[in-house]
């Protein structure tokens, strides 16, 4: 199923960039914007009278004056041209030197010592010209206009822009024209990855990183950082820590923010906090130092794992080293406490704060009202809720979502529903997040219908959705198992232009196979990839099993290989639940291939399941090695087993291969039941395999035991 949609607003954070005066106090009509280029065509560079005439070449040197034959014979000059641009001078300005002017004259000084502005154009027209592009209609035109006479740091205030205002075409646009004519920094780079990461387009950021041919860009510590920052917003985590690696071995001496980056990539992940305490190991062999944001991202760290012991260690060696702690660290401290429901040293750490200085702000006061809210106090909550009410530090909805989420987890829904009412009442205006709470509240006792009305409210109130409710009403319908609103909901989607992430990808997978959609799931895995999301073993678990009981074997196969193929480390019960597919497809090569990889950790009743169904309809040649990798991992073949293979061997006349499985079976000291061995000299004699017969009767005979014991052994 293919998901389109595109990036919701509220998703992306703006984008860092030089702020310039001139710029920022300067504000644009849509008629003013749409005439700029024609002011800049028609009076900014129309040549001046031809004493005040100049033409500079590109690097700002004088090439043509006034007092040579040559005058404007009144076409339109040419803005970007190549051979130079005429600029009008003021005679007064001219005997001026502005302090811009002046470092542009020491970077490019003319033949004759003088020197003139980089590129021929002083700030005033760059300005015209950078705004010009920001307005126009026609891109690429514009740029064919003007571009040319800007600068590199320009273009690129041109390219924030452009992020800031999630004109993502534009972005990838005008980058790739700054490449094709050279006017790339570093600085060009890191803005780019870094807005490619903010529109969820992953995989253009990282070919564009991976092809990079100028190691010196290529191990850029500020492009490194935007790189990894980029893959690690979207959720590549494990993609960002082997390129970590890979950009060290080419040249990347990382700083702070490049281990900050990655421990924030940490926070979520599975496992997080041990893999993150062998960050730190690489991190101190660097030499650099702890700073409060190292210690502000390993309080986040613990806390989103519930490691309140783990955070308070970590929070009292920052105090040892004498380092401040601030609200930040404080809020961090208390959500981690939130956790466990420790709401005494919660109360301990706010009079701590207090000692020192610090006034608890609304971040610290609503994350001391969560852990209140997680340990059931609800009246100690809501006496807080009501002091940030009065203090004016209530005015969005996270203090009352809190206050919601804990009274619903508690079963205490009317009290949830009351606390939302007075939200509403008041007039707080909502993200969604509130919604979001009481629509997943209500899914849970299975009362759709209210879900619904919840929905049409929000919508009607906001007219629009973001992510986070995108992914509650989804849960909420697929726990209902309605398909109608299912699929209601991802054209909405698609309507609003909501990017899916992989919360996205997994209810509805999880969906899907609950509905035994088992095509539509395995098409959700594809346009998650597409998207530039990792297949793990918890989405595609689910996927293989339901192949697998409606006898898709083959496909069940194909999606394990795919989970192989990325490097994934997959579980022993993926292995036997493979296993098991393939045998009951009767699968029986590919099953040998996954029980000899994987035998040891396979358990012995799923083993010999397998051992018995290869014996039956295995291929003939290699069952003695099938019964080899199972006798090496300690599980024994049974008497019936070996009977089957035996029986199989005289019937299609394998004496070659029948000698070897009993000569394996004189080695190994296994032993026959009298009436197994009986029925397989009968066998043999009955098949013309008289001589086999024999050799069998004397090394059953020789091994000094009677025919009538219970069992022989092949001595």
Known sequence: MQLHGSIHPSTLASCNSICVPHLASTKFSHNEANGTLAQLRAAEFVPPPEENTYKFSNRGQVIESSHSS?????????????????????????????????????????????????????????????????????????????????????????????GRMQKWQEVSQLFDWMKQHGKVSAASYTSFITLMGKGHQTRIALDLYCNLEDEHIKSNVFVCNSMLKCLISNGRVETAFKLFEQMKEGGLNPDIVTYSTLLAGRVKARHGYSKACKLMEDFKGTGLKFDSVMYGSLLALCASHNLDEEAETYF????????????????????????????????????????????????????????????????????????????????????????????????????????????????????????????????????????????????????????????????????????????????????????????????????????????????????????????????????????????????????????????HTLSKVLHEKILNILVSGRMLKEAYTVMKANA???????????????????????????????????????????YIALSRYIEQGKKRELIHLLKWMKNQRYELASSTLNSVLKKLRESGQSDVAEMLSHEFTSSGKQAGNSHARLE
């Open 316 to 567: 009292q060696q920052m105090k040892n080293e004498g380092l401040p702690a601030n609200e930040f660290h404080y809020s961090s401290l208390l959500n981690a406490y939130a956790a466990k429901g420790k709401h005494e040293k919660a109360e301990k750490l706010i009079d701590d704060m207090k000692s020192a200085g610090l006034v608890p702000n609304k971040v610290v006061l609503t994350s001391l009202l969560k852990v209140y809210a997680r340990s059931g106090l609800f009246e100690k909550a809501g006496e807080l809720l009501a002091e940030l009410d009065v203090s004016g530090q209530a005015l969005d909805e996270m203090p009352y979502c809190l206050m919601m989420d804990g009274l619903a987890k508690a079963g205490k829904i009317h009290d949830a529903q009351k606390i939302f009412d007075e939200m509403k009442a008041k007039g707080i205006r909502s993200d969604g997040y509130s919604y979001s709470t009481m629509i997943s509240t209500y899914s849970k006792i299975g009362n759709i219908e209210e879900v619904k009305r919840l929905e049409e409210e929000l919508e009607n109130i906001k007219g629009k959705y973001d992510l986070v409710v995108m992914n509650t009403l989804l849960n909420a319908y697929s726990r209902g198992r309605d398909m109608e609103y299912v699929m209601r909901t991802l054209k909405k989607m698609d309507k609003f232009k909501i990017c899916p992430d992989r919360q996205t990808f997994s209810i509805l997978i999880s969906y899907f196979c609950k509905e035994k959609l088992y095509d539509l799931a395995q098409r959700t895995l594809e346009d998650m990839q597409v998207r530039g999301h990792r297949l793990t073993e918890e989405l595609c678990s689910s996927v293989i099993t339901g192949l697998g009981e409606s006898g898709r074997a083959e496909e069940a196969f194909k999606l394990y290989n795919q989970l192989k193929s990325n490097r």
């Open 70 to 162: 040559q005058r404007h014979n009144g076409t339109r000059p040419k803005f970007g041209n190549r051979r130079g641009v005429y600029v009008r001078r003021n005679p007064k300005e001219a005997t001026e030197d502005s302090s811009e002017q002046a470092l542009h004259k020491h970077i490019w000084p003319n033949e004759e010592g003088e020197g003139e502005l980089l590129g021929g154009l002083p700030w005033p027209q760059r300005r015209a010209a950078i705004t010009s592009i920001q307005m126009t209609e026609n891109l690429s035109d514009t740029l064919e206009w003007v571009g040319e006479n800007l600068q590199t740091q320009d273009l690129n205030l041109v390219l924030r822009y452009f």
């Open 600 to 642: 040891k950790s396979i358990s012995k009743p799923c083993l010999k399941k397998f051992v018995i169904a290869f014996a039956e309809a295995g291929n003939i040649y290699i069952v003695s090695d099938v019964f080899k990798e199972c006798h090496s991992t300690g599980c024994k073949i049974e008497q019936d087993v070996l």
